[in-house]
C-alpha cells in the first residue's frame, strides 16, 4: 500500500464488499438454518441425556450396551450421556 498512499501505515482500511443479492440472500438462509440446526442439536443432545437416565436408571437398569442398541449410539456414547452434566 506504500506504493500508492504516503500514510500507509496509519491508514485504515475499510472493507466493503458488495455481494450480488442472491449470493447476500444464500447466505442469509445458511445462516438461518445453522441457527436452526444448532437449536435442534441442543434439543437432541438433551433428548439423548433424558432417555439416557430413563434406559439405565429407575425400574428398566438397563446395560450401557442395550441402551445403546436402542438409542443407536455406541455403549461409550451412552456412558459419557449417562455422566454429562450438559
Known amino acids: 500500500m506504500e506504493l ?4 500507509a501505515r496509519t491508514a485504515t482500511v475499510i472493507d466493503d464488499v458488495k455481494l450480488p ?4 440472500k444464500a447466505i442469509r438462509t445458511y445462516a438461518t438454518l445453522r441457527k436452526r440446526a444448532d437449536q435442534e442439536d441442543h434439543r ?12 439405565r436408571g ?5 446395560s450401557a ?7 443407536g449410539v455406541s455403549h ?8 454429562d452434566e450438559g
Open 4 to 7: 500508492f498512499v504516503a500514510d
Open 21 to 24: 443479492a442472491t449470493a447476500a
Open 44 to 55: 437432541a443432545a438433551l433428548a439423548a441425556r433424558r432417555a439416557v437416565r430413563l434406559l
Open 58 to 62: 429407575g425400574t428398566l437398569k438397563m
Open 65 to 71: 450396551r442395550d441402551a445403546a442398541r436402542l438409542l
Open 76 to 83: 461409550q456414547r451412552v456412558h459419557q450421556l449417562a455422566h
